[in-house]
Structures are given as structure tokens and as C-alpha cells.
């Protein structure tokens, strides 16, 4: 039945009050945005990894997080042109934690949301840092590439060797400041309280200023606000190719590394026995269907494996460490043991119960 046409003055009424209900009602939750996107005509609802997707970077900008997300991105633009290039979007808070949650109890996922961690994620874990949530939480997709320690000063720094650091550690850790990403238990405050102890001083006593992330921690050290940074080679890198007045006292790698570290000595050269790989890679929520998680599964496999990728990772001052699927999970839960038996070593507090 056709519905009459009501008279102006009503006809005005009910544009304006629904333009009212209109404004009211909540804003719509993020979704990556389709219409702008071309279609991939191969595409279906079982395979994620050809329609349009969101990174997660959950830290702010300039950090290992960002690293991650760019990698994973121009990785699956080179076997899979056709595809939309893969968002980017921010979610810091906790170096991690904020994301890990969201995604845990289920306000934040999908097949289409992919959230970047580092082997940092898997410290804070360890000692229940992302709250009460177990390992299952989240499937873990995929390695993409491994990282390592650096040490790093300002370039106009009175240490010039690593060997003047640890003697002034030796003398009083208390006078020197360490910058990086994470607060108290996280993987750069680690790799300083390491540092402390192999220069036999108490790590306790050492000064840790914590930053959103490695870019901040960065910035904070070209404005001299810290004294060293504690972080990853690959953030620090990139930090040095957009002018930032470094200069590198270690890395710690077993041997040394390329690229901008070319010929920075490894901390054991240096008589300091610190090796910290840190690795980088992806995860889904939990409740990804099977067909999904095997897309992506199958999309990352063939990415890592691509012919240019060796190229693509050193583009981004990474190096070779791929996984997924179960190989994946074992890799993750035998780190998770590892670092709650050196978290018990150094005297960290454990919140809540991390499990498997």
C-alpha cells in the first residue's frame, strides 16, 4: 500500500527529526574500508588474504611494531599484485597489551585484522604483562623475520666502545639512563638489566625510562633526554637513515650484522656474553575460522619463500626467520618457558597466570 505524501510542514518535521536520530546514534566500530578498493575477482569469504585487510601496529609510530606491518604488507603485494595493499593502523597502549586484549576478548579481530608482535610480546606474556590471558588467546600466523639487540648512543656521547659504558656501569648504574620501549620486565628493559649485570653491577639499581615504543625512546636520545638506548637494530637503523645522530656500540647477534651495522662489533667480541634475537611476526583472533587462518597461512608461506623476499627483508633491516602453523606454536610456547625461568632469574614480578 502507497503511502500518502504528508503535507510540507510535517514532510520538514520528519527530515529534521530523523536527521536528529541520524547524529545520535553510536559511531559504526572500524572496519577496513571495501568500497575504495578494487575487487579481486578470485577472491571469497574462505580466503581473507585476497580481500581487503588491516594491519594492527600496536605501539605508536617509528618502532619494530610499524616494521612489521610494512614487511607484512609489500610481502604479500609481491606474490599477490592483485590484491589490496594491506592497512595500517595504530593501536598503541602497553607496548602491546592494549591490542592482545582487545583481540582476546573478542572487541577487536576478524579474518580481515592481522595484529603485529615481537618476541618482546612473548616476555610480556610470559609474565602475564597482557593481561589474564592465555597463549591460546589468539592463533599465532607467522614469523616474517628476526631482529636483533643494539646498544646505541648519541653520536656526540662521551662512550665511544662498549667498553666505556660497561666500566661507568661498573662504577655507578645509577648515572646512567637507558631509553627504550616498554616499562619495567620488558624486552629492552631486559636486555639493559643483562647488560648492568655482565658489567657487574646490580641491575636493580640501574635508570630505565620507559617510551610508547622504540621511535619515541629514539627521539628521546637525540634530544640527549637519555643517555643509551636499549632496542632493536632494525628500528635503530631505519632511525640513522632518516638522519639520526647515532653511533652503535654493539649488537646483540652472534656475528656481526650488514647494512647500516656493518662492522659494529657483537657485544661477546666485546667480552659481554648477550645475545638477543628478537623476532617479528603476526596473529588473528582466536576464533578465525580454519578456512581463514589456512588462507593466510598459505598467503605468508608463500610470501617468505618468494624468490625477492631475502631482498625484501633486508630492505627492512631484517633478517631470515620464517614460521607457521605448528611448527609455529611450538616455537611460541617453548619461548614463553624460557622466558619465565629468566623473568624468575632477574626477580620480576608475575601478574596474573600465563598459560599454554
Not at 604488507?73 to 590484491?83: E, H
Not at 593501536?91 to 608482535?117: E, H, K, N, S, Y
Request: with cysteine; proline share 8%; charged share 20%.
Amino acid at each position: 500500500m502507497t503511502r500518502p505524501p504528508l503535507p510540507p510542514r510535517a514532510e520538514r518535521r520528519r527530515l529534521i527529526l530523523g536527521a536528529a536520530a541520524t547524529l545520535a546514534l553510536p559511531a559504526a566500530p572500524w572496519r577496513p574500508a571495501l568500497a575504495a578498493t578494487p575487487a579481486d575477482t578470485t577472491a571469497s569469504p574462505a580466503d581473507p588474504s585476497r580481500l581487503p585487510a588491516d594491519c594492527v601496529i600496536p605501539a605508536k609510530a617509528g618502532g619494530g611494531f610499524a616494521l612489521t606491518c610494512a614487511l607484512a604488507r609489500d610481502a604479500l603485494q609481491a606474490v599477490r599484485p592483485q590484491r589490496a595493499p594491506l592497512g595500517q593502523r595504530f593501536l598503541p597502549g602497553g607496548i602491546g597489551a592494549v591490542a592482545f586484549d582487545q583481540v582476546a576478548t573478542g572487541r577487536l579481530g576478524g579474518a580481515g585484522t592481522l595484529v603485529a608482535f615481537s618476541g618482546g610480546s612473548l616476555l610480556n606474556i610470559a609474565q602475564g604483562r597482557f593481561g589474564p590471558h592465555p597463549v591460546s588467546a589468539v592463533r599465532w600466523l607467522a614469523l616474517l623475520g628476526a631482529d636483533y639487540g643494539v646498544i646505541a648512543v648519541h653520536r656526540d656521547s662521551p662512550y665511544r666502545r662498549l667498553q666505556d659504558l660497561v666500566q661507568a656501569l661498573r662504577a655507578n648504574p645509577a648515572r646512567i639512563a637507558f631509553g627504550a620501549g616498554g616499562t619495567v620486565g620488558s624486552q629492552d628493559w631486559v636486555k639493559a638489566a643483562l647488560l648492568v649485570r655482565a658489567s657487574g653491577g646490580d641491575h636493580r639499581r640501574m635508570r630505565f625510562v620507559a617510551f610508547e615504543g622504540g621511535g619515541d625512546a629514539l627521539n628521546a636520545l637525540q634530544g640527549r633526554h637519555v643517555d643509551v638506548f636499549c632496542g632493536d637494530a632494525a628500528e635503530a637503523a631505519q632511525a640513522v637513515d632518516a638522519g639520526a645522530a647515532l653511533r652503535f656500540l654493539a649488537v646483540f647477534s652472534a656475528q656481526r650484522l650488514g647494512g647500516v651495522l656493518q662492522g659494529v662489533p657483537t657485544a661477546r667480541e666485546q667480552g659481554i656474553d648477550i645475545v638477543w634475537p628478537t623476532v617479528r611476526g603476526l596473529y588473528v583472533s582466536a576464533d578465525v575460522p580454519e578456512p581463514a587462518l589456512q588462507a593466510w597461512t598459505v598467503a605468508f608461506d608463500e610470501a617468505t619463500k618468494a624468490p625477492g623476499y631475502a631482498q625484501l627483508l633486508a630492505r627492512h633491516a631484517l633478517y631470515p626467520f620464517a614460521l607457521t602453523g605448528p611448527a609455529l606454536d611450538r616455537y611460541v610456547a617453548d619461548e614463553i618457558d624460557k622466558y619465565q625461568a629468566l623473568a624468575a632469574e632477574l626477580g620480576l614480578r608475575r601478574w596474573g597466570r600465563p598459560g599454554s
